[in-house]
């Protein structure tokens, strides 16, 4: 039984440091079990605060504590399990501690840990208490010098700044001297050190200075890290370009490790990444795989000014340097791969996500008022739907006003930790615009309906928008208030031509109207011919539309919308209602052959890219549709879902068969857009031939993956022979271990091609693989590839009707919360939308988090999550 609970951090309940530590002077001496870390830190009071000295620091071994050279005696300060305590501390003063940490049995993958023989660092969010005692908060900002010393087998000493010092000592030791002159918080800390090849380059940035670029990674790996440093290099010129950006040391370097909760970490100067998101070739990787490590490579590099040059006053303004930092790598991606493609990819990613978030228990604003873990606050709300937020802001105050709001966040904030109050305030100073209206996005949580309903009066050419706003309740906010939300709209006609039109006494073909009420109408006028209504182009706000559009209108815009993410759509909105009329007991199979029809008619233009042709073949996902589906039914909307599938590999046998064969990729493999998205509609092609499982189509995906000679028509050959079963997926899954089982980053995804498997003896095969000898629970990267794919991308077999499923998922939470919490908590997430299941599948669903809510000893990242899913709805 608890004895205690863990009580929530509130924001109204900030206070400013009582502590504030100018320079860390750190010396490692680095051993697997008993690294010995000694701290000399210069310390001051902050203003005319009385409190005693209170640090944090968790799993440490204090040897030693003294204060102006002074070792204190037991009973001057006191230590439990997450505090040093001075009572008395004087008011400026040099505080020196030595501690002794385990890195090699440190499984959790937070402070200071082991990976593959080496050491590495992960402080973010609250890591650094468990490598010395400090006042672990993000407005502590403190200039760092680090000595780290090691047996040479430890070839690489690394830590963040530049490196001032480096030479050999006795015993087959060395040691290197750190510095980095830019005051940062704890989190941003790091040190690597071990066996490492490295990939060198050089930048010359737009003030002439001369930038060293350095990759290190596993020994052979260095030319797998080539793309990644391509792509640092047209991160850090984009920055330059478009913001005004430059980096600021004279060194840059990126560590790849194997075991890693996040993705990647923008430590200054020195980010570390996942290894599963810097190394590629494309042997190895698929052109996924290629996006992925460019978006993030920009993503960390971009955080280097926001995220560290001006970093977040507390964690609840996460969404400061990370909702800000997505914007700029969506931005990034989309001039690299393409505005509409990209535009698509990233809403898909904010639907399936976020949007999910925003129905269930969890669901919080981007800028939350409460936490138990700031790590269970790494979420898509904060991400995406934070970048969101700027994005809107962009488009309410002008692209020229948002620059400038911009350079004077920049300028104002460099060198500070800040709010997104201030962030903001720069914006509605540079614009003129009283923007606290707005600031309602970063305090209510929840996804906005927006309903649109329209009129055409023939005789006076006028069409007639009326627009209502309306948020669902969430857990802690019964009441909402209306939002500023921008609505792009545009018309065309039924023969799709666009349509012109005048507004406020402009000639137009495009309007953003902002809903500011609850409700509002609008008259658009000159409309010479009855149009169809293309509301929210470019997804123009992160709403749900809710629109009186008839299937003629969508239509219209499937076929000719010059608004290419309206024209996508258009096809997903009549593809979700067929599948759902069939799932509700209501086929419309005329509906479904006009359908193929039409997208086939898209597959067919040829001024169309082939990466957008790609994306309108793919139909909604399953866990998509059940966020609209009440009561979700996984198991009729898995088979509307394969009857629409049917229908149209059926009805377009002859354009898909012809799109595998013409775009065959006969020449060198390149990895931009241009490569990519032929091989994506070409796979995608295969994929959607496989919903009709004939000898000859097995034969095509069986030649396929065969013929492969890069990882991206592998795994298209291999998704397809899974969706097929039988023995040639057998023996293609045999082959393709056989071939890669001494490469760990392929062999996840040999793990998530089997756990997307939609037999129904899906669930006692990944049952079966977690007993497989390559299956390593305490690696996150293989660990998300068979668990987190199975729950959360195989609805179908997840929900099985026996709860199976969610058993399984609960034995693993449990068993990984042991030993690592924060990957634990991510897996809770499947779970807790269970009221939006059907009554016998939500009831299995909260027995299970009943159980593991009830578990003693549960770390408080699981209890938070678990506690939250479990809570009643207010």
């Not at 490790?257 to 998101?277: C, P, Q, T, Y």
């Amino acid at each position: 039984m608890r004895t205690e609970t863990p009580q929530p951090i509130r924001l109204d309940d900030y206070r400013p440091p009582a502590f504030l530590v100018d320079e860390a002077v750190l010396a490692f001496d680095l051993a697997p079990n008993t690294t010995r870390v000694k701290a000399r830190l210069a310390v001051r009071r902050n203003g005319a605060h009385s409190a005693p000295l209170r640090f944090n620091g968790e799993r440490l071994k204090l040897i030693s504590v003294a204060i102006d050279g002074r070792r204190l005696a037991e009973g001057e300060r006191t230590v439990d399990d997450e505090f040093l305590t001075i009572p008395g501390a004087p008011d400026v003063f040099t505080l020196e501690t030595e501690v002794e940490i385990d890195p090699e049995n440190n499984k959790a993958l937070e402070g200071l840990y082991m990976s593959g023989g080496r050491f590495c660092t992960q402080c973010e969010a609250e890591g650094f208490r468990k490598i010395t005692y400090w006042p672990d908060r993000p407005d502590v900002l403190s200039r760092f010098t680090v000595r780290v010393e090691a047996d040479k087998a430890f070839r690489h000493l690394l830590s963040n700044g530049n490196l001032i010092e480096a030479g050999e000592l006795a015993g087959g030791r060395h040691y290197a001297v750190w510095n980095d002159p830019f005051p940062k918080p704890c989190y941003l800390f790091a040190l690597v050190a071990g066996e490492l090849d490295v990939l060198e380059d050089k930048l010359v940035t737009m003030s002439g200075r001369t930038v060293d670029l350095r990759i290190y990674v596993d020994t052979g790996m260095a030319a797998r890290a080539a793309y990644a440093m391509d792509a640092l290099k047209r991160s850090m010129t984009w920055d330059e370009e478009v913001f005004g950006r430059e980096y600021d040391l004279d060194l840059f370097m990126i560590v790849a490790v194997r075991d890693f909760n996040f993705g990647a970490m923008e430590n200054k100067g020195l980010n570390i990444f996942n290894s599963s998101l810097l190394l590629a070739d494309p042997a190895t990787a698929t052109d996924a795989d290629y996006e992925r490590i460019e978006s993030v490579v920009a993503h960390e590099y971009f955080h280097n000014w926001t995220g560290n040059r001006i970093t977040c006053r507390d964690w609840f303004q996460l969404c400061l340097k990370e909702g800000l930092t997505v914007f700029r790598d969506q931005a990034f991606s989309a001039d690299m791969r393409g505005h509409a493609v990209q535009r698509i990819k990233d809403v898909k990613a904010l639907r399936a996500r976020q949007f999910a978030e925003d129905q269930g228990p969890l669901a919080h604003p981007v800028r939350p008022s409460s936490y138990l873990k700031i790590d269970n606050f790494y979420t898509a709300t904060i991400y995406e739907k934070g970048a969101e937020a700027i994005r809107m802001l962009r488009t309410l105050i002008g692209e020229p006003a948002f620059r400038a709001g911009m350079d004077r966040y920049f300028e104002r904030w460099d060198g500070h930790a800040t709010t997104v109050e201030e962030f903001v305030r720069c914006f509605a100073e540079a614009s003129g615009r009283d923007l606290t209206q707005f600031f309602a996005w970063y305090e209510q949580a929840g996804t906005p309906r927006v309903t649109l309903k329209h009129s055409y009066d023939r005789a006076a050419q006028t069409v007639t928008l009326e627009l209502a706003q309306h948020t669902p309740p969430t857990s802690g906010q019964a009441q909402k208030r209306p939002l500023p939300i921008p609505v792009a709209i545009g018309l065309v006609d039924h023969d799709g031509r666009p349509l012109s039109f005048e507004r406020d006494d402009e000639t137009v073909e495009e309007t953003v109207i902002v809903l500011t009420q609850p409700s509002t109408t609008v008259t658009l006028s000159k409309v010479a011919r009855e149009p169809a209504v293309s509301a929210l182009r470019g997804f123009s706000a992160p709403v749900v539309l809710e629109s009186d559009a008839e299937p003629k209108d969508n239509y219209a815009l499937l076929a000719a919308d010059p608004d290419l993410f309206n024209r996508w759509e258009a096809g997903q909105t009549l593809a979700r209602e067929l599948i759902l009329a069939r799932a509700a007991g209501r086929p419309d199979e005329v509906g479904e052959e006009r359908y193929a029809e039409a997208l086939g008619r898209a597959l067919s233009d040829q001024a169309a890219e082939p990466a957008f042709k790609a994306l309108m073949m793919a139909l909604p996902s399953e866990p998509d549709l059940a966020l609209v589906m009440r009561p979700a039914d996984p198991a009729a909307i898995h088979e509307a879902r394969e009857a629409l599938l049917t229908r149209l590999s059926v009805h377009l046998e002859g354009e898909l068969r012809r799109l595998h064969t013409g775009l065959q990729d006969l020449g060198e493999f390149s990895p931009d857009a241009a490569g990519a998205g032929r091989r994506a509609l070409r796979n995608a092609a295969l994929e959607l031939l496989a919903a009709n499982p004939r000898s000859d189509n097995i034969d095509l995906a069986r030649g396929h993956f065969e013929a492969a000679v890069n990882m991206t028509d592998a795994i298209g050959g291999l998704n397809a022979l899974t969706h097929m079963g039988g023995e040639a997926y057998e023996q293609a899954l045999a082959a393709f271990y056989e071939r890669w089982k001494g490469e760990p980053l392929v062999i996840d995804k040999w793990f998530s091609v089997q756990a997307r498997d939609p037999s129904q003896g899906a669930l006692g095969r990944v049952m079966g693989l977690t007993a497989h000898p390559a299956f390593e629970p305490k690696n996150p990267n293989r660990l998300r590839a068979l668990v987190s794919t199975f729950a959360n991308f195989n609805p179908a077999r997840f929900h099985d009707p026996s709860g199976a499923g969610y058993r399984f998922l609960a034995d693993q939470i449990l068993a990984v919360d042991r030993y690592n919490p924060m990957t634990a908590s991510r897996l809770i997430d499947p779970l807790d939308g269970w009221r939006r299941y059907k009554p016998e599948l939500g009831a299995l669903m909260k027995a299970e988090l009943e159980r593991i809510a009830g578990t003693e000893g549960l770390s408080k990242n699981v209890l938070e999550k678990a506690t939250r899913a479990l809570a009643d709805e207010d």
